[in-house]
């Protein structure tokens, strides 16, 4: 009976779907283990072989926690909503929600095909009404609350309200935009309008003007990563900044609790570093500089406000409002021309701009502490959502100040001993302050976190500015001009924003003509007709981003069909938080920023018990593709092979590496690949064309994808799992070389043969050999860590030791082949399954129990122990592992090839560690 991986492999899938094998219920018998995959968005492309790497990953840990006896939950779904299947639609006029239908059918059944374990019972789709009602529920619920700083928590916008009919602004604690004074009898007095406006500077969710990357083409907003140098990565149109009156959720005012957490969290250091940059606390001062010859005062944020003497010119963002405002006629053109040409920018393209611009504004700013005037430029190295969008310049002791003022030839003024204000010290470590002193403010002398400190103190006191912790981290756009995305559960009442009732959700997605904005410029949901509330208002027209579905998907999962709630009170507190997550890093700033506050938002409310979502996080690496070549003679349709390709001018192609095993090309598909190539010509090495090979990004253009169905449909699940794994680490990327899928497909094929000999099973109960246990609990040790450690790579080159050993042995005991099994079931699930029931059991080898190591077994008999005469090597003894040390020592003393070292010398001491080294030293 040979192994036949079609037949094995379609068998058991389906007793898997049959018997819902991986069906997960609470059960507080057992100890919970929530494993999540990030939530993929299937593309139309479906999946090539990297994308399944961590989901294989996080298979076989879910796979070995329940061995372990954990009652483990690890669904699958989809982020449904996106830009791709919208663009399709309007290529098409194509619903894309048949298109995302499709592209999920497909994922399904190669995900089906790998052999995972989830439970598709619980499977979620952000598009399912069913699933994004909880979305604009949540959206509601921030709507209706503030942050209170004091509490450090958000409360209900009804108490915030209570407090301004009693006390106005008076004594507020909360998070907002700007700061804003009224009394009682101000705020009594505001029509509906008023009032609206007022909330919505400090609302969770809130509609606030804020500047965005907008592509005209595309006719929507476009998130940072959704841009590069200036273009959208969907289409490569342009991208400009504008300001919009936009949806915004106040993700800031969860700063500091963000950066708590992570102290709270396994994550590795390099992702928390990753959020903690991202977030960017900083303690400083803010300060007032007024505007000669006006009556504006320009707000700048520091944090050494000890170099305010030190300042030689001011900058502002080019989106300030500021700089309407103190812009002179005379410089209007020059300021105009240069915001035109920044506008197409990117913030985080900005961030790492190294060429110098900028241009002055006409105006001056007046130093607070000396008294002295300043020029205002602009530059788009400042941005306008860090601190206010202005900054003070004091390019002695900034490197970004000192290539401004070196490029415009602005003056440099030195406050620490010892800088020269070169290009090589202008970042001077702290010294002592020298010549840095006004009419009421002396620095001298003192060590610069001195000075930073009495310089607040006296802006304080003078009323100048304040003490602040300012924080990088921006709130999050919530607004979209796509239809494909969550309509926003609002209406709109004389131009006052008005949530819908709870019970009119979830609010569906209406049909349009055209998934294109209106000509008036509206999104594509001002096409839609009677796109109105029950009472008749106008609805938003907006609607959410990508990650408004996937900020808390996590915890639908744990109770994906409940009605009445998000996930009801006992499912979270079975489930409590994902132990295992598992994705890529590009989400380290996004995706995980966002569902840490969706989190921390719903833990306020007491919907979740956990204020982290994600207890343990690991980054899967990437897996590269692998190139493969044809060299063309130029002018001809001939191909010469790689070794004599030296000989010809030749022009290297890419060609497709489905067409190509081992590097040997083949001849009649690559003649049938493109017609191009129907007559082609080959000069062979051997009989055989060799291609050349490169490591590259896996990508259609390079012909490099490669489809996990041709290596499932070839070797089997079974391999393309243990294959993926043995790639290399988990967390590194590494590229995919098909060349080396033949050697883990021989592995199977020997296990198989543990227990096939042609037709006959040659199982049996006989007794294990110590040399078997031996075997066996040294493979259960290493496997066993190598899991909890995410070292696949390594488990499985151990799997292909203990085989080879088994096989030496000619080892058939059930009792060792049996545990066998269970230690690559989460591996190989497939094969396993198989060999575990042909040996006798009836029940799923998934229902069976992690083998445990017993040292005993990895005990040595003898141990090999180097001998020394004053410290050097000499020779080898082997003894018994249990020997006493006196006959260790009697024993190294009678060897033969001591007596050369003793001859006419005498033993002072000998040192024995067991089991390693016996060291005599001799006079």
């Known amino acids: 009976m040979e192994y036949n991986h079609r037949d094995i492999e379609s068998r058991w899938q389906q007793y898997w779907k049959e018997n819902k094998t991986y069906k997960t219920e609470i059960d507080n018998s057992r100890p919970k283990f929530y494993v999540l995959d990030m939530f993929p968005y299937p593309s139309g492309a479906g999946l090539h072989v990297g994308h399944p790497l961590g989901y294989i990953a996080s298979d076989i840990f879910s796979r070995y926690k329940r061995l372990q006896g954990y009652n483990v939950l690890h669904p699958m779904g989809y982020d449904a909503y996106g830009l791709p299947a919208e663009q399709y639609a309007i290529q098409t006029g194509q619903h894309p929600e048949i298109t995302t239908v499709n592209n999920i059918a497909r994922y399904r059944n190669q995900l089906d095909k790998i052999g995972f374990c989830y439970d598709w019972d619980r499977e979620i789709k952000t598009c399912d009404p069913e699933y994004y009602k909880w979305t604009q529920w949540a959206f509601m619920k921030m709507f209706n609350s503030y942050y209170d700083t004091k509490l450090d928590k958000a409360m209900p916008i009804a108490d915030l309200i209570a407090h ?95 950066l708590d957490g992570l102290e709270r969290i396994d994550w590795t250091d390099s992702l928390k570093e990753t959020q903690r940059n991202w977030i960017g606390r900083s303690e400083g001062a803010e300060m007032r500089f007024p505007i000669a010859g006006s009556d504006v005062e320009l707000e700048i944020f520091t944090t050494r406000a000890d170099t305010v003497f030190g300042v030689t010119f001011m900058v502002m963002a080019p989106e300030s409002a500021y700089v309407d405002m103190i812009t002179t006629p005379e410089q209007r053109a020059a300021v105009d021309a240069y915001i035109d040409e920044v506008k197409h920018k990117t913030e985080r393209e900005r961030m790492i701009e190294k060429n110098v611009s900028g241009v002055f504004t006409g105006a001056y700013a007046v130093n607070p502490l000396t008294g002295k005037e300043i020029p205002v430029w602009v530059s788009d190295y400042v941005l306008a959502g860090y601190g206010t969008g202005a900054i003070m310049a004091v390019p002695a002791h900034d490197s970004r100040d000192y290539a401004f003022a070196k490029h415009f030839n602005l003056p440099i003024v030195p406050l620490i001993e010892g800088c020269d204000v070169s290009e090589e010290s202008f970042d001077a470590k702290s010294g002592k302050m020298i010549n840095s002193c006004g009419a009421e403010l002396d620095l001298n002398g003192m060590e610069v976190k001195d000075a930073i400190a009495a310089t607040k103190r006296f802006i304080e006191e003078k009323g100048i500015g304040k003490v602040k912790v300012n924080y990088r981290l921006r709130d999050a756009i919530f607004s979209r001009q796509r239809y494909w995305g969550e309509p926003f559960p609002v209406y709109y009442k004389d131009g006052v924003p008005h949530l819908l009732d709870e019970s009119q959700l979830p609010l569906l997605l209406p049909e349009v003509d055209k998934y294109l904005p209106t000509e008036s410029g509206e999104p594509p949901l001002g096409r839609a007709k009677d796109w109105k509330s029950a009472e008749g208002y106008p609805l938003e027209l907006n609607t959410m981003p990508g990650f408004a579905g996937s900020s808390a998907y996590y915890l639908r999962y744990m109770d994906p069909r409940n009605n009445e709630a998000l996930v009801s009170k006992e499912a979270d507190d079975y489930w409590q938080d994902v132990d295992l997550y598992i994705g890529g890093t590009e989400h380290a700033t996004g995706h995980l920023i966002y569902s840490r506050f969706w989190n921390k938002f719903l833990y306020d409310l007491g919907i979740v018990c956990r204020d982290e979502p994600f207890r343990k996080l690991i980054n899967q690496g990437m897996i590269q593709g692998r190139s493969n070549f044809v060299y063309r003679i130029k002018d001809t349709n001939t191909f010469v092979s790689y070794n004599l390709k030296k000989d010809y001018d030749v022009t290297p192609i890419h060609v497709d590496v489905n067409i190509v095993s081992n590097d040997i090309l083949d001849l009649d598909k690559f003649r049938a690949w493109r017609p191009e190539f129907n007559d082609a010509e080959f000069i062979l090495e051997d009989g055989k064309y060799v291609c050349g090979y490169a490591v590259e990004k896996m990508s259609k253009s390079m012909f490099n994808v490669v489809n996990p169905d041709d290596i499932v449909e070839r070797y089997g699940a079974d391999t393309l799992r243990l294959y993926e794994m043995f790639l290399g680490p988990l967390e590194q990327s590494k590229p995919w070389d098909t060349n080396g899928i033949d050697g883990v497909n021989r592995f199977l094929k020997r296990l198989w043969g543990l227990f096939y000999k042609g037709d006959n099973l040659v199982v049996d109960d006989s007794k294990p050999s110590k040399d078997e246990l031996k075997s066996l609990h040294k493979l259960i040790k290493k496997v066993t860590w190598d899991i909890e450690n995410f070292s696949f790579n390594t488990s499985i080159a151990a799997f292909m030791i203990c085989v080879n050993e088994l096989n030496s042995m000619k080892c058939h005991s059930r009792e060792v082949l049996g545990q066998l099994l269970l230690l690559l079931a989460p591996f190989a699930p497939h094969i396993t399954e198989e060999l575990w029931h042909a040996i006798g059991n009836n029940s799923t080898i998934c229902d069976g129990s992690w083998p445990v190591c017993n040292e005993e077994y990895l005990k040595e008999d003898t141990v090999t122990m180097a001998v020394s005469f004053n410290g050097k090597a000499r020779f080898n003894i082997e003894v018994a592992a249990d020997t006493p040390r006196e006959i260790i020592e009697k024993t190294a003393l009678e060897h033969e090839g001591a007596a050369k070292w003793l001859e006419g010398k005498s033993v002072k001491k000998i040192i024995v560690v067991p089991g390693k080294i016996v060291n005599i030293v001799v006079a």
Do not use: H
Not at 200 to 209: D, E, F, Q
Not at 232 to 239: L, N, Q
């Open 164 to 258: 301004f009919e009693k006390e106005g602004s008076k004594g507020v604690n909360a998070a907002c935009g700007k700061e804003l004074e009224f009394t009682a009898e101000e705020w009594n007095g505001y029509n509906e309008k008023q009032k609206s406006d007022t909330l919505m500077n400090y609302r969770i969710a809130y509609l606030g003007n804020t500047m965005v990357n907008w592509c005209p083409k595309l006719g929507t907003v476009l998130a940072n990563d959704e841009v590069s140098e200036g273009l959208s990565i969907r289409g490569g149109y342009p991208v400009e900044q504008k300001l919009m009156y936009q949806w915004c959720l106040r993700v800031s005012a969860y700063a500091q609790r963000l």
